[in-house]
């Protein structure tokens, strides 16, 4: 079938079908909703795209994105200096913020350790979440890590390598989400709950 648009559409499709929730069909969609808002939509986006290219840097301290190092978390003098919660990911940094239930400092370890994957220790940022915690001052590291196999085996590896230096080394609770129906929650959902229940 002979293409119908120029190269110049198809990169800008292609592109776009590598972004994460993007496949083919809604990578073209979105090319021709950019295309057709071209003032206000394609020419501002590819603006704040190079800005951000250019201007984005890893934060040295904690892993974190953002346009200076260190990052506007690490900056911020009102967060507590004594909890540091460690995720697997900057989304997972963003989701815990946007809840708003902790003003913390974050450590991203960029991953979990994966046998499967060939993820060790060294791909993870951890020798930096060691120095952190060795450097003093830090009194609770909280581990929210996701509850897959990676992420509790992540957790146990973590917890050995900074129980050592006098730190409270906490996780997650694990069960029953807000709102959620026992006759719809998976069995590993369940007998977590049930193993971590607390007294009322
Ligand atoms: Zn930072």
């Known amino acids: 079938m002979a293409s119908v648009t120029g190269p110049e559409i198809e990169r800008l499709i292609q592109l776009l079908a590598k972004l994460p929730g993007l496949g083919p069909r809604s990578a073209r969609r979105a090319a021709l909703h950019l295309i057709k808002k071209r003032e206000q939509l394609l020419a501002p986006l590819g603006e704040a795209m190079r800005v951000a290219a250019e201007r984005i840097v890893v934060c040295g301290t904690c892993g974190n994105v953002d346009t200076a190092d260190p990052c506007a978390v690490c900056a911020d003098p009102r967060r507590?200096?004594?909890?540091?919660?460690?995720?697997?990911?900057?989304?997972?940094?963003?989701?815990?913020?946007?809840?708003?239930?902790?003003?913390?400092?974050?450590?991203?370890?960029?991953?979990?350790?994966?046998?499967?994957?060939?993820?060790?220790?060294?791909?993870?940022?951890?020798?930096?979440?060691?120095?952190?915690?060795?450097?003093?001052?830090?009194?609770?590291?909280?581990l929210a890590l996701n509850a897959t196999v990676d992420g509790q085996t992540t957790a146990h590896y973590v917890t050995d390598l900074l129980t050592p230096h006098g730190v409270s080394v906490t996780r997650l609770a694990h069960g029953v989400p807000v709102g959620g129906e026992l006759e719809y929650l998976d069995e590993g959902t369940l007998a977590a709950a049930l193993r971590q229940r607390t007294a009322l």
Request: no cysteine.
């Open 80 to 142: 507590e200096e004594t909890i540091l919660v460690v995720v697997e990911d900057v989304s997972d940094l963003w989701a815990l913020e946007r809840a708003q239930v902790i003003k913390a400092r974050y450590h991203v370890l960029g991953g979990t350790l994966s046998a499967l994957d060939g993820v060790g220790p060294k791909d993870l940022n951890l020798d930096r979440l060691v120095a952190r915690v060795a450097g003093g001052g830090v009194k609770e590291v909280i």
